[in-house]
Structures are given as C-alpha cells and as structure tokens.
C-alpha cells in the first residue's frame, strides 16, 4: 500500500577523469541510481534525493517480490507520501566511495589491471579492487558527480533536493556550488560542519576499525580477511550517538538478557545485545574502507571553506591573541576571586566571538544562493543537535534568504528523520508543493 512497488537499479558510467578535491584523479567512474515516479515533459517535476552515511541508492520500494525490506527512506518517497511519486520524479544515487554499486574501495583498480596486464602471473588472480588505493572524496566531489548525473539525465534545474544527516550536507552544498540548478534545498538533521565531539567519535570509530588485525592495512579482501570485529565496534559507537539516552531507558532500561547476572563478560543486558546485532547486521553488509571514507568526508564538509569572510580570516591571529590573554591572566590572577570572574566573562565573550565568525562565514557561502530552504531539526537529536540547524536558518536569515525552520519534537534522537512522524512529514509535503517564492526575501521558523 503506497509503495512505489519494484524498483531496478540502474548503472551510469562516466569514462572522463575526475579530478577530486584532495588532486588525485578518478580516470573514470560508475553512479548506480534509482528512479521513482515520472519526469514530465519539461523536466520540471524531478527532486534528487542525497543518503546518508550507511545509505544507498535504494531509498524506496522493493528489489523483488520476495525482498522482505523496503528503501531506507520508503515512508517519505511513494505515491501520496510526503515526496509523491504521484506529482514528482525522484532521482536517489549512490556517491563514489561507498559500497553499494558506484566505483569506490571495493571496485576493481583500472591502475592495477593495467599494471597485472604486463605481469606474466596476471592470470593466477582476479584484478585487485582499489581498496585503502581509493582516494578520500569530499562533499563537494559528491555534488560535482551529481551534477554530472543532472547532465546526462537532462535535468538542468531540480525541483528540489532532498537529504537527511550527511544527505543535508549534499543538499546545502548544492545550493552553495550549483545556486542556479535547484529551486527549493531540504536540509534535514544536519549541521553546517561537524563539531569537536562529533569528529572525535569518528575517530573512534576508525580507531576501532584500524586496530583490528584482521584490517591488513586496508587490503584484507586481498587478504582473504576481514575486519569484522572493527567494524562492529565502530558501527556500535555510531548507533548510540544516533538514539537518545531516554529512547534507549524506553526501549530497554536495564533489562537483562537471561533474568539473572551471570558475572561475565558477555551479553548481560538487553541494550549489549542490541548493540551487538545491529553491529553484526551492519558488518555483514557493509566495506570497512568505505566507513574509514565516509567518516573522514563527514569531518571534511565546511560549505564557508571557499568563502571566507573578512571576520573568519582573521580567527587565527584572534585564537593566538586570546592563548596569550589567557595566560596573562593565569599567571597574574594568582587565586584572585577578580581575575577568575573577569575570565569568566572573557570566555563567554570569545564564545560569542565564534559565534559571530561562524555566522559571518556561513553568511559569505549563502550570499549567491537563489533557492528556497526548508530546515528541519529534532528535538532530542544531540549528534547533530537543533542549534546546529538554527545557525544555518540564522544565516540564511541575515542575507535575506527564503527560509522555513521546523523544529520537531521526536523521541528518536538523530534517527528520527528516518521515521514516519506526521508533523515532519507534513512540513515536507507542503513544503515541496507550495509555489516558488521568486525574488522575495521572506523567513519563517517554527523553534517550538
């Protein structure tokens, strides 16, 4: 019921070079992409939806009759759903670098064909894949290989595009790179780059995954091994930053697996055991070397990098200028009630100070912007909390930008744009089918 039914993939291969951000060059590449719904005659009705870190191409319907689970995003993408294949022709491709069918680590090396093909034993071994060989991609090499999907499909401008988490990373990215090819950019629990903590849990993740021995240096297919331990663990950190401390005491308190302590190491409560098979689940369906990728693209993405503001470019000499504030302070205060809460008040001021750098930097990527926003946060998500969403609506507000903000209560911390919560999706549907507001510069929030 509702759903876009069976679905087949289809693979677009680009045989021009690809010079990538970090200057090493792809000599060709393969997208492999679905389609929902139908493209009108002008081309006018297609919306691009962008994944996320685990996601795909395959965000709805079935592969076959007996396939037993739908596209990660089936209850936003179908007929009379939120993005209605019905009235829109949908595009979902899957970016290089993953493991799902577009050229990434796990795709054979065209480097190492042609080196095997002068070896004499060339024959003794199937071609090696690129594996730790593939180069680290950027989300700006995402969107420029989107483009060049947009391109061969013949689609000049979208009607929208569409993306959760990393996937609203892609979507403000096009409206900074490609500002004349979309009219609308759904930004759903997203940030406007990755803070501190969240690039520390990433790399944990990869520690998790480089430590096993099994890794071999990034070439255990070679190997014959597989770093599944690592990979386990490091999808178990990932899990837990994406539910809430208050989903998780719902869904499992402090329930134990067999009634009883059993005064070992393994499984006790139900939580471990959660964690265990979704981590088993996910290391059996997924590359080590596309999640060490990913990971590091996730830290990489700063829409402000390829426009500095004034106020941004001089953030260095500030932070000099504040470590040598501090110290002074430190050495002169000698206990001194005074001092302490003079650099109380310092902090907070250098706080704002950050503040003010990261808006006005944000302010210079969305000054040629030409879109419409909507900007969708969740209450209880903490890996990529609402306040990171606000200061990309703050943005957009003080350049004068079309923006709507929702942020919606939702007990299911960062996954909660993955589910079927009506407001959320009501936001969505009604932001897609209202007319383009051309030329005006209107903002309107809803941080309730």
């Known amino acids: 019921m509702g759903s876009v039914g069976i679905v087949t993939p289809q693979i677009f291969h680009f045989s021009e070079p690809l010079t990538l951000e970090c200057n090493r060059t792809l000599p060709s590449f393969d997208l492999i992409i679905e389609t929902y719904g139908t493209l009108n005659s002008d081309k006018s009705n297609a919306i691009l939806i962008c994944h996320a870190l685990s996601g795909s191409h395959h965000a709805a319907g079935l592969h076959s009759a007996d396939d037993k689970k739908a596209g990660w995003w089936d209850n936003m993408i179908g007929p009379n759903k939120a993005i209605d294949t019905n009235r829109f022709y949908v595009v979902c491709v899957n970016n290089i670098g993953s493991c799902f069918g577009s050229t990434g680590p796990t795709s054979i090396n065209p480097e190492s064909v042609k080196s095997d093909s002068s070896s004499t034993n060339s024959h003794d071994s199937e071609p090696p894949v690129y594996g730790p060989d593939f180069p680290l991609v950027t989300i700006k090499d995402w969107v420029k290989t989107q483009a060049m999907l947009s391109d061969r499909l013949g689609i000049e401008v979208w009607h929208a595009i569409v993306g959760g988490s990393m996937g609203g990373m892609q979507a403000l990215q096009w409206s900074v790179d490609y500002p004349e090819r979309l009219k609308r950019c759904v930004v759903i629990a997203s940030t406007p780059k990755l803070s501190a903590q969240n690039i520390a849990f990433n790399e944990v993740a990869r520690q998790s995954i480089l430590s096993d021995p099994d890794f071999k240096d990034g070439r255990y297919l070679q190997a014959g091994t597989y770093p599944r331990r690592g990979l386990i663990l490091a999808r178990m950190v990932g899990h837990i930053t994406y539910l809430t401390d208050d989903a998780m005491k719902a869904k499992f308190g402090?329930?134990?697996?067999?009634?009883?302590?059993?005064?070992?190491?393994?499984?006790?409560?139900?939580?471990?055991?959660?964690?265990?098979?979704?981590?088993?689940?996910?290391?059996?369906?997924?590359?080590?070397?596309?999640?060490?990728?990913?990971?590091?693209?996730?830290?990489?993405?700063?829409?402000?990098?390829?426009?500095?503001?004034?106020?941004?470019?001089?953030?260095?000499?500030?932070?000099?200028?504040?470590?040598?504030?501090?110290?002074?302070?430190?050495?002169?205060?000698?206990?001194?009630?005074?001092?302490?809460?003079?650099?109380?008040?310092?902090?907070?001021?250098?706080?704002?100070?950050?503040?003010?750098?990261?808006?006005?930097?944000?302010?210079?990527?969305?000054?040629?912007?030409?879109?419409?926003?909507?900007?969708?946060?969740?209450?209880?998500?903490?890996?990529?909390?609402?306040?990171?969403?606000?200061?990309?609506?703050?943005?957009?507000?003080?350049?004068?930008?079309?923006?709507?903000?929702?942020?919606?209560?939702?007990?299911?911390?960062?996954?909660?744009?993955?589910?079927?919560?009506?407001?959320?999706?009501?936001?969505?549907?009604?932001?897609?089918?209202?007319?383009?507001?051309?030329?005006?510069?209107?903002a309107k929030g809803d941080r309730s």
């Not at 008040?345 to 706080?351: N, Q």
């Not at 912007?369 to 890996?383: A, E, I, N, P």
């Open 254 to 442: 402090r329930d134990l697996k067999s009634g009883k302590f059993m005064y070992g190491y393994d499984v006790e409560f139900q939580v471990e055991s959660y964690l265990r098979y979704q981590g088993e689940r996910f290391s059996e369906n997924f590359d080590a070397n596309t999640y060490l990728l990913m990971t590091k693209t996730l830290d990489y993405f700063d829409p402000t990098r390829d426009y500095p503001s004034a106020v941004a470019q001089d953030h260095t000499g500030s932070a000099a200028h504040i470590e040598d504030s501090i110290a002074a302070s430190v050495e002169s205060s000698k206990n001194s009630t005074q001092v302490e809460l003079e650099d109380a008040v310092a902090t907070l001021d250098e706080i704002e100070n950050d503040r003010q750098q990261e808006l006005s930097a944000l302010k210079a990527a969305f000054a040629h912007t030409q879109c419409q926003y909507l900007v969708v946060s969740f209450t209880t998500d903490w890996r990529f909390a609402p306040e990171r969403s606000q200061e990309i609506v703050d943005a957009l507000m003080a350049t004068g930008k079309p923006v709507n903000y929702i942020n919606v209560d939702a007990p299911h911390g960062h996954d909660s744009f993955l589910f079927d919560i009506p407001r959320y999706m009501g936001a969505v549907r009604g932001f897609l089918t209202a007319p383009f507001i051309s030329g005006k510069n209107t």
